[in-house]
């Protein structure tokens, strides 16, 4: 079974320019979570979507973040524009529907680096 | 109320050794424990979980004690081996909701 799949890896922008990330999540999956993991931290939900539907968005910063997932698969997260504090990893997690537990599976994460 | 504190952040432990890495919460909703295991640039995994209902699960050579009333769980790594080396995670979540992190802990295994 494939995993949770990010991309791209790696991005360097200077601040003030826009960037996205994509998330393609396991099979089957019905749950897809993007989540901002800073350095020496803990990874932070940024937003959750059930389906195609947002079922948490309350820690995404709406005025320059903003996430879809067309067709209840693939995502992708956008932020424009990017600040310095947006440096992070930003990671995609994916979770079966209707888990016995809140298992959630995660990609590799984009590093993004902004200057 | 939302927060998982976890303690240490950084751990040094020599090969054959017991790690243990604590954590504490506060919402008495939560009503799932899972640690994640994280080496560098990857994404976090899943190592064991355990529900509020029992007191201990072991899985080969990791544990998870859970004390209800004191509101605290750890993990503990029994003979810890350089491979162990990675970022450790506590997580809480409740029903479907979202999971809560602790901050981390940096383990390293000294051969």
């Not at chain 1, 991005?11 to 089957?28: D, T």
């Not at chain 1, 800073?38 to 195609?52: A, E, R, W, Y």
């Not at chain 1, 709406?62 to 997932?69: L, P, T, V």
Request: glycine residues 8%.
């Amino acid at each position: 079974e494939a995993g949770v799949a990010q991309s791209p890896r790696y991005k360097i922008i200077e601040k003030r320019q826009s960037v996205a990330f994509w998330c393609n999540p396991i099979s089957g999956h019905a749950t897809l979570y993007w989540y901002q993991q800073i350095l020496g931290q803990g990874p932070k939900l940024l937003i959750q979507f059930q389906n195609n539907g947002v079922v948490d968005d309350s820690q995404l910063p709406k005025d320059r973040f903003s996430a879809e997932r067309l067709k209840g698969v693939d995502s992708t997260l956008k932020i424009q524009p990017a600040k310095l504090e947006d440096s992070a990893v930003y990671l995609c997690a994916s979770s079966p529907p209707r888990g016995t537990y809140n298992e959630q599976f995660f990609g590799p994460g984009t590093r993004l680096t902004v200057l | 109320q939302q927060q998982v504190k976890q303690s240490p952040q950084s751990l040094i432990v020599q090969k054959g050794g017991i790690s243990i890495i604590n954590c504490a919460y506060e919402n008495t909703a939560f009503d799932y424990f899972p640690w994640y295991q994280q080496f560098p640039g990857k994404g976090p995994a899943l190592l064991i979980a355990i529900r509020p209902d029992v007191s201990e699960k072991k899985e080969g050579r990791f544990t998870i004690s859970f004390n209800k009333s004191a509101k605290q769980f750890s993990l503990h790594i029994m003979d810890s081996q350089p491979g162990d080396s990675a970022t450790y995670f506590c997580a809480a979540s409740w029903g479907a909701q979202k999971l809560v992190f602790g901050q981390g802990t940096r383990l390293t295994i000294n051969p």
